[in-house]
């Protein structure tokens, strides 16, 4: 495995396994697969109701907690000082553990920045090894930066060869702030795993689509939390190590960006609020 430092001197896996859209059900199972091909960054979020799932495989696993690098997000329901700091004692209890590796705020909405100071003290009350933010475009992720007293570590956003996010990437690398990709396979959008380029590149190496497109992440300095059900995806997802791109593949694959969100309306926070109520408001009748 390979370790990103943070600016605090915490080390992160630089590939582990996300779990949005994975029911709680079988959310255990998933994990405790994940954790077997050797995944010990896992990624859940008070949003995706399977932090306690995620909290049973750990247990389960018999892996000490501190071989575990686990992240959770604070939604913008528990916006606000107050309640992001009761969501924060709610999420230790349903991952079971007194505290967590790395605590996101998942979205720009609401009152984030009063979150971000729950988060400060849980920092250093030690209920969260490195605090950062999710989905922070570049004006926000300044703001917000400036405003911190204990400066972000890490911001989570969405990055994959369609969208690699460089100005946000040169921002962050000049104030020592890590880059978190989600969803590195653009959840399949776009013909993601047909792609002819990646396609080609991949078969030099007897590697899959999923496979070059984590490699160039990976060379290119960005965590990495690929999600799947499949324990055979999962194993493919983590075996990433054994070969590199070359300098010119590297570049051809940066011609893949189209510099534009496949998710976009999550940079607009007042759409993105409307969107996400909307989206929970159908899940509820779906
Ligand atoms: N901070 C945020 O706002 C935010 C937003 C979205 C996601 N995330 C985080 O990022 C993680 C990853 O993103 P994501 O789950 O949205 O999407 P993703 O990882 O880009 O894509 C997941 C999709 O790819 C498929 N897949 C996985 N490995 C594959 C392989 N080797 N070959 C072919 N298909 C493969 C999965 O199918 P199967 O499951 O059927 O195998 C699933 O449909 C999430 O789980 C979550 O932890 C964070």
Redesign the pocket.
């Known amino acids: 495995m390979e370790y990103a430092t943070l600016s605090n001197g915490v080390k992160m896996p630089m590939l582990g396994f ?4 994975i029911p709680p059900e079988d959310c255990e199972r998933c994990v405790l697969d994940a954790i077997k091909v050797g995944n010990r960054l896992i ?3 008070q949003y995706y109701n399977n932090e306690a799932a995620v909290g049973n495989a750990i247990q389960k696993s018999g892996i000490l907690r501190e071989d575990f690098f686990i992240v959770t ?1 604070v939604w913008f329901t528990n916006d606000g000082y107050k309640k992001t700091k009761a969501s924060i004692d709610e999420s230790l209890a349903k991952l079971k553990t007194s505290y967590v590796d790395l605590l996101l705020i ?2 720009p909405v609401g009152d984030y920045y009063g979150s971000y100071r729950a988060m400060e003290d849980a920092y250093r009350e030690g209920k969260a090894r490195a605090i950062g933010v ?2 922070f475009n570049p004006k926000l992720f300044k703001k917000l930066y400036d405003f911190a007293e204990i400066k972000p570590m890490v911001n ?1 956003v ?1 990055t ?1 060869v369609f969208f690699q996010q460089k100005e946000l990437h040169e921002l962050m690398n000049r104030l020592g702030v890590k880059h978190m990709s ?7 959008e776009n013909g993601f ?1 047909r792609n002819p380029l990646l396609t080609s590149i991949g078969k030099k190496y007897g590697k ?1 689509v ?1 496979q070059v497109a984590l490699r160039f992440m990976l060379q290119s300095d960005i965590i990495l ?6 324990i055979e ?1 999962m194993e ?2 983590f075996d990433v190590f054994d070969f590199e791109l070359s300098d010119e593949e590297m570049k051809s694959i940066e011609m893949l960006d189209r510099d534009k969100s496949i998710f976009g309306a999550e940079y607009n926070p007042i759409m993105g609020k409307a969107l996400y109520f909307l989206s929970e408001l159908r899940k509820k009748f779906v």
Not at 18 to 21: L, R
Not at 182 to 188: M, S
Not at 225 to 230: A, L, M, N, Q, V
């Open positions: 996300g779990v949005y859209q990624d859940t979020a997000k998942h979205k999710s989905s989570q969405e994959h989600w969803a590195p396979f653009a959840e399949g795993f899959s999923a939390i690929p999600k799947s059900t499949h995806r493919q997802n």
